[in-house]
């Protein structure tokens, strides 16, 4: 018998083989693909095709920018000689120095005008710095602190033998200078107001930021007045009951004689009210990409014409010569974006510019000479 | 062939020639009877076949095939499609975690080198759960060049030999693109969200609608949310990258829900391809984030940072979306630019290859509308 006669008699009916696999898409491996080939002149066409859709594109986000009004002044920086602004504060720190900014839009401004505070060369984004709070804490926890919060935080959970509440660096560099708008009016000739509320994020302040737990406030009763006796008692943590407005408070913080709270580390800033709440502080416990960043101060909800006089009153407290930085005071306005951006259209035209030249750069090369697809020339059999 | 020789005499040829020719080959040995186990074993690609004198030698086999004449099918065209799915694979996978890592190199550029990590730390873990279905299907279903052709034209297994996927060439090909997408990625998100770029838009753009009472919801130039973007973006560029280094894309059969015949289910008909690159990985990203921000309003926990932040990336800032959607496009373009260029003046065999049979494919269908226009002329005609 041949080999060829036994395989035929080895070979089963197609009903018989019992181990064939199923002449179904997936298992014969043929389920419908589509199988691209570069196709140069498509190539081409995309590519202009995007330019042209990216070049104008980048020049009119260019020119979005501007319509944004933007006005800052450097007040204190680490060479910075003082001078007739007399705002540079030096190595004092909580100085509480005075001075007064004034500045002079060179366009009309709409609302939202936005203030800002620059810093330099202060690496919030730095790992020790990121990583030195403690959230536990600065959701409302009180006591417990866990081995691994309390190592984040170190060396700054303690201030001699009193607990720092909110613990870590982030906290306790909190930007402490304050700005006061004194005077500018807008274009109904009606006083301006610069808000600093709704600076933060909403979901912050719902979630991630609470006073401590225990913490209680209500208003000074009529038997004691707002005199120290209002504070009496086990109850009350406070000294001297605490004046807004023409309300006087008496509150509760838990452990408040071991535990130095934020509203006792920045008195002038945050009120025991709302202690961690403050919408400044929770602007700034959001760390900041990059060492030179700008954080909201606050924003005014009125127009206002070109040329108005803005007087801004700024009482410095905090040193930037330590770390060779620098600050600075911003009014903005913003545009669909945000603000003043000097790389967002670059990039849409640098892209667009580069699509159009590899495209032209292809083009000729297609005309003049083609490789031509499915070129069996190139081809080559032998090894080399 | 060998024939007529002990057990120990076939294992001892097997390792002649691996030992003894220079570069050392990959050497592959073929038998069905308990006396061919020593040299399966010692060849590299073992292969046993299953029949008349037992199972010994499947056992001791790598593959098992059950005719001889099915080595031409494994080898040639298994064997060739399994090599580019592996290359693709794990030139891909290596891409992927070195654009991660790159990008957090690069941000570190600016944070002192303190080893800050540029995303949220969840996020990173996540990367390959995100990304990692697109090239698991291609893994699975990338076919390059069809049975028929490799059948007809087996010279194109000669690239396969020659390693054609994993040259000096290739890898600088991937690991300049790496650099290139880290790059694109990282200084085309964060340099327009420095400064005035992180400011909010209150008032206007997508805050337009929004609590107008509340600025600085709009606010997004900090480290958390700009590395989220950032992600994001790279998440997408990563889904792109797998569809152009694919050499098939399954698009199956629509409409893919059938519920007749149990050969053609839908299993046979999905399109796996975009399946993969939509919902289990684009998709899927964002549906993990949108539940990641969740859990940082239960409280205070390692999780809590995150709070929210899916909502401020997506939802109040356009800028957000205009580089979500152009970046990884940015990115893709290079991709395509180097392709271009090398298909053009250096082209490899398989690109002419492939080439060559969608050529042919298109001529196939030519012929076949022309005869059947021929056919329903000739049948009018007797009509």
Redesign the interface.
């Known amino acids: 018998a041949t080999s060829e006669q036994m395989d035929d008699e080895d070979i089963l009916d197609i009903s018989e083989q019992t181990n064939r696999p199923l002449d179904d898409a997936i298992h014969q491996q043929r389920v419908q693909a589509w199988h691209p080939i570069l196709d140069p002149v498509w190539v081409i066409v995309s590519l202009f095709y995007l330019g042209v859709i990216l070049v104008p594109t980048g020049y009119k986000i260019d020119s979005l920018q501007e319509d944004v009004v933007e006005l800052k002044r450097t007040y204190d920086d680490y060479h910075f000689e003082i001078d007739e602004l007399d705002c540079g504060i030096g190595e004092e720190y909580n100085a509480g120095r005075k001075c007064t900014l004034d500045f002079y839009p060179n366009a009309d401004m709409s609302p939202p005008v936005l203030i800002y505070y620059e810093l330099t060369n202060f690496h919030q984004n730095h790992r020790s710095y990121v990583q030195s709070r403690d959230d536990f804490q600065l959701d409302g926890k009180v006591g417990g602190q866990e081995k691994v919060q309390r190592d984040r935080c170190d060396p700054l959970n303690k201030l001699g033998n009193m607990t720092l509440n909110p613990c870590g660096m982030i906290a306790n560099t909190f930007f402490n200078d304050i700005f006061k708008l004194t005077e500018g009016v807008d274009a109904n000739g009606v006083d301006l107001v610069m808000s600093e509320e709704g600076i933060a994020w909403q979901s912050d302040i719902d979630w991630l930021f609470s006073q401590p737990n225990g913490f209680k406030y209500e208003e000074c009763p009529e038997t004691t007045g707002c005199t120290e006796s209002c504070c009496d008692g086990d109850e009350w943590s406070c000294s001297t009951p605490y004046e807004e407005g023409d309300k006087c408070y008496r509150f509760y913080y838990p452990e408040d004689d071991t535990t130095q709270y934020l509203y006792e580390t920045y008195p002038d800033i945050i009120s025991p009210l709302e202690g961690v709440t403050n919408e400044h502080f929770i602007v700034w416990m959001r760390v900041a990409l990059q060492p030179t960043f700008r954080k909201l101060y606050g924003w005014i909800d009125q127009p206002i014409k070109k040329g108005t006089k803005l007087s801004f009153e700024v009482t410095a407290n905090y040193v930037v010569t330590r770390f060779n930085g620098s600050k600075s005071i911003i009014i903005t306005t913003n545009n669909i974006f945000g603000g003043r951006n000097i790389y967002f259209g670059p990039i849409f035209y640098w892209v667009g510019y580069f699509c159009l030249a590899a495209g032209t750069f292809f083009a000729l090369k297609h005309i003049f000479r083609p490789r031509r697809l499915a070129d069996r020339s190139y081809l080559h059999f032998k090894s080399d | 062939i060998a024939c007529r020789v002990s057990p120990k005499q076939k294992a001892e040829l097997v390792n002649l020639v691996r030992h003894n020719v220079k570069p050392e080959p990959i050497t592959l040995a073929i038998g069905d009877g308990a006396n061919d186990v020593g040299m399966i074993q010692e060849a590299h690609v073992g292969i046993g076949i299953s ?2 004198e037992g199972t010994q030698a499947v056992n001791a086999s790598d593959f098992a095939i ?2 001889f004449r099915f080595l031409e099918s494994l080898v040639l065209i298994h064997g060739r ?1 399994d090599f580019f799915r592996l290359s693709t694979v794990v030139l891909y996978s290596f891409y992927k975690n070195a654009v991660q890592a790159g990008i957090m190199v690069i ?1 570190n550029f ?3 080198f ?3 990590p540029f995303f949220d730390q969840w996020l990173i873990a996540s990367l390959n759960f995100v990304c990692g279905a697109p090239i698991i299907f291609t893994g699975l ?1 990338d ?1 390059c060049l069809s049975k028929d052709y490799v059948r007809a034209h087996p ?1 194109v297994y ?1 690239a396969t030999r ?1 390693n054609e996927m994993i040259t000096v060439r290739t890898l600088t090909r991937w690991c300049t693109l790496a650099i290139i997408h880290m790059c694109t990625l990282y200084f ?1 998100t ?16 997508l805050m337009r609608n929004e ?1 107008d ?12 949310s ?2 989220t973007v950032t992600f994001t973006a790279m998440v997408i560029l990563l889904a792109y990258k797998v569809l152009y280094e694919s ?7 629509w409409p893919a829900i059938t519920f007749s015949k149990a ?3 839908f ?4 399109a ?2 975009w399946i993969g690159v939509t919902w289990l990985s684009v998709a899927f990203y964002f549906i993990f984030i949108a539940a990641y921000q969740l859990i ?2 239960l ?3 390692s999780l ?2 995150f ?2 932040m899916a ?2 990336v997506l939802s109040t ?3 957000n979306w ?1 580089l979500i959607f ?1 970046v990884p ?2 990115g893709m ?1 290079f991709d ?2 180097f ?3 090398s ?3 250096y ?1 490899t ?1 398989t ?9 042919e494919k298109r001529e196939r269908k030519q012929k076949e509308r022309a005869a059947k226009r021929g056919a329903v002329e000739t049948a009018q005609e007797e009509v």
Do not use: C
């Open positions: 029949g008349k059950s005719q499609w941000f600016t944070a002192l303190s080893g800050q279903f076919r010279e000669k020659e085309f964060v340099a327009p969200s420095r400064n005035g770029g992180g400011m909010t838009s209150a008032f206007g753009g609590d009472s509340r600025p600085g919801d709009g606010e997004g130039g900090d480290w958390k700009v590395g050499r098939s894309l399954v698009h199956g059969r050969n053609d289910s299993v046979n008909r999905l796996y391809t940082g309003r409280g205070a926990s809590s940072p709070a929210d909502n401020h800032r356009s800028m205009m152009f496009i940015f373009v395509v630019v392709k271009v260029f298909n053009m003046f082209p065999q690109q002419i290859h492939m080439e060559i049979e969608a050529m």
